[in-house]
């Protein structure tokens, strides 16, 4: 049974979905998709809706995943690692405006030189600390293996290389358990590569695509190479790619690009071309024994619309894989009451519905994120699953600004 969830044995039926999948191959790896700060919160509101007869149980499951107790005292958890984008930062906030009011208050006192976005940056840099520090003790218990923590550059300057760079070494140093994410475009692996040569552990975000994934294993490589020219210590250095997998076949232009020629395309066959884009780069980072590990995100739980079964085919589909999940609030509840078939840990050696890729294939949209050369590096910034997802990341970080500003009385 993966060690990353559980401390002692318990009964496979006992076991939350996330752990089933884990135990397909000791590899994988669970992660928090959110800051640990609001954890224990939402713990207790999952478990107030909890079926009569089930609290005792699901307590236990979230209890394996992450307590603070357990990880000061002992230096582990079930998830393995940590995430964080701008909303779910922005979440963190809400959840207890008042804490961050203060520490709002107390930067500007601090840096009265500070306008409100040096303020806004000061307090993005303590959020990611908070929750480096909260998780640190699994890094040190790990050696540096597990217990990272990413702090993403601002979603607003995707296209600046310099200020992503800066931003990025400011973010490092919040912490040796910080790894930093950076956007999926040609300048945010121009960043990466530079951050790689330094030894920071990197996290490749708003990433849909094999082009991208691609360009990302060579900057990767090529920043190991300058890194161990220069001496630099990679015995803790970690990088991993993220896939957005619902992201990538709800936002990109798959559906438009259908309806103008004609072409009906069904949930499942859009979730075929999830599964054929990610696999196709799994495999091929396997084939090349890149060090970098794939990550999805952006999962879902729906009814199939071929057998009317609650499904997660975006972890389902990748059983037996030792790829990185990084997993919601919402969607680790979701999965607790979804009653899923059992996992097939040969899953991630399946061949995608081949019936669905060729239709798919007729798509420019769909070639262009599935083909080893469907873009250049110049055009991944103008994917539209990209362009989709950078909006409203932008938006949510002009919302946490405007916090700033009105608790500061703008």
Same mark, same amino acid.
């Given at each position: ?86 909303? +779910?930062?922005? #979440? /963190? ?6 804490? !961050?009011?203060?520490? &709002?208050?107390?930067?500007? @006192? ?114 190991? +190479?300058?890194? #161990? /020219? ?6 803790? !250095?970690?990088?991993? &790619?993220?896939?957005?997998? @619902? ?164």
């Amino acid at each position: 049974m993966n060690e990353q969830v559980l401390t002692k044995p318990v009964a496979a039926s006992a076991l939350h979905p996330l752990e089933q999948l884990a135990a397909t191959n000791a590899d994988a790896e669970i992660w928090w998709d959110s800051s640990p700060l609001i954890y224990p919160s939402w713990k207790e509101e999952t478990l107030a809706k909890a079926p009569e007869g089930q609290r005792a149980e699901w307590e236990a499951q979230l209890t394996r995943f992450y307590d603070d107790a357990t990880i000061q005292s002992q230096g582990t958890m079930g998830f393995r690692g940590v995430t964080t984008n701008p909303p +779910l930062s922005l #979440q /963190a906030i809400k959840l207890a405006p008042e804490m !961050w009011s203060a520490e &709002i208050k107390q930067i500007a @006192a601090k840096n009265p030189g500070l306008d409100v976005e040096g303020v806004y940056w000061a307090m993005y840099l303590d959020l990611v600390k908070k929750g480096a520090d909260a998780i640190r003790p699994v890094y040190d218990k790990s050696g540096g293996k597990f217990g990272f923590l990413s702090g993403q550059v601002d979603p607003r300057f995707v296209r600046d290389g310099d200020k992503m760079l800066a931003q990025g070494l400011t973010i490092a140093a919040q912490g040796e358990n910080v790894m930093v994410k950076l956007p999926g475009s040609k300048e945010g692996y121009e960043v990466l590569e530079e951050l790689t040569a330094l030894g920071i552990s990197t996290n490749n975000t708003t990433s849909f695509t094999v082009p991208q994934y691609l360009r990302c294993r060579a900057a990767v490589s090529a920043g190991l +190479l300058r890194a #161990q /020219a220069a001496g630099i210590d990679l015995s803790k !250095w970690r990088s991993v &790619i993220t896939h957005m997998s @619902a992201r990538l076949g709800e936002l990109s232009d798959w559906k438009t690009e259908a309806k103008a020629r004609g072409i009906e395309l069904s949930l499942s066959e859009i979730r075929d071309g999830e599964e054929a884009v990610l696999k196709r780069a799994y495999h091929h980072g396997k084939e090349i024994s890149h060090p970098s590990k794939m990550l999805q995100c952006s999962m879902r739980v729906e009814k199939d619309d071929r057998t009317g079964k609650n499904v997660s085919r975006h972890i389902q589909d990748f059983a037996g894989s030792d790829m990185v999940y990084t997993c919601p609030p919402g969607y680790i509840a979701g999965l607790m009451t979804a009653g899923l078939e059992p996992f097939d840990p040969k899953a991630i050696d399946r061949e995608p519905n081949k019936a669905s890729i060729e239709k798919l294939l007729k798509l420019p949209s769909f070639r262009a994120a599935y083909e080893y050369d469907g873009m250049t590096p110049d055009q991944f910034a103008h994917f539209g699953a990209f362009k989709a997802t950078e909006t409203e990341f932008a938006a949510a970080t002009r919302q946490t600004v405007d916090f700033v500003r009105m608790t500061l009385g703008g």
